[in-house]
């Protein structure tokens, strides 16, 4: 991917209280080589409560919900070529050339269509070909056993791409579902807020941008 990295894990309020586990939303924040902006955004978790040898299983997000602003994202998949707008599903709907440029949400971590599994549940209007994901959706693994289990201490939830002129400040609520692997009882902690850009993802991009002048 040809992009320019400007700030990365910038840490978002919760709505509810962190749970063992589950932490919270962060975002990772790249300036992509067409000039548009890719946020990914991630899912946290420590190792508070995880037995021995067991590890953190991500399930599902469900009831999103925008609290301000507008996600104004954009689609590069091939449902664009047709008239349509895109959709939120990638995989085998993206090449790999242009999934970085693409906005989609993921169940299991990934992008690829090899292991993608991910299902948009019934919330997504018109299959969530839209520019903002609609109040309520959510999105599942529909193929348990692919790569939704937890590492590095955080799971990718979404990646969304904006054009520069449309980055402005975007907030919603998301919950999640996870369970620890060895067991089937879930573990929902409840709405957590993640917010693009963050405040600090905006300062760090103000100052690379001042130290490019700089240097200049």
Excluded: C
Excluded at 198 to 212: C, H
Aim: hydrophobic residues 40%; neutral net charge; without cysteine.
């Amino acid at each position: 991917m040809n992009a320019f990295f400007v700030s990365s894990v910038a840490v978002f309020a919760a709505a509810s209280t962190a749970t063992a586990g589950f932490t919270g939303f962060s975002a990772d924040r790249v300036v992509l080589s067409n000039g548009n902006i890719q946020y990914k955004v991630y899912a946290n978790f420590n190792d508070v409560g995880l037995p021995a040898g067991q590890s953190w299983v991500f399930l599902n997000a469900y009831s999103h919900a925008t609290v301000s602003g507008t996600m104004n994202a954009v689609h590069q998949d091939f449902f664009v070529q047709d008239g349509e707008v895109g959709t939120w599903q990638a995989g085998s709907s993206v090449s790999a050339a242009d999934r970085d440029f693409d906005s989609w949400v993921t169940a299991s971590g990934l992008a690829t269509s090899s292991g993608w599994g991910t299902a948009l549940d019934p919330g997504f209007t018109s299959g969530g070909t839209v520019g903002d994901i609609n109040n309520g959706a959510g999105w599942y693994d529909a193929t348990p056993g692919t790569a939704n289990t937890v590492t590095g201490g955080r799971m990718l939830m979404m990646q969304i791409v904006r054009t520069l002129a449309n980055d402005s400040v975007y907030t919603a609520n998301l919950s999640i579902t996870y369970k620890v692997s060895n067991t089937s009882t879930p573990i929902q902690p409840g709405a957590f807020q993640y917010t693009i850009p963050a405040p600090g993802a905006v300062a760090l991009a103000g100052l690379a941008g001042l130290a490019g002048r700089r240097r200049r």
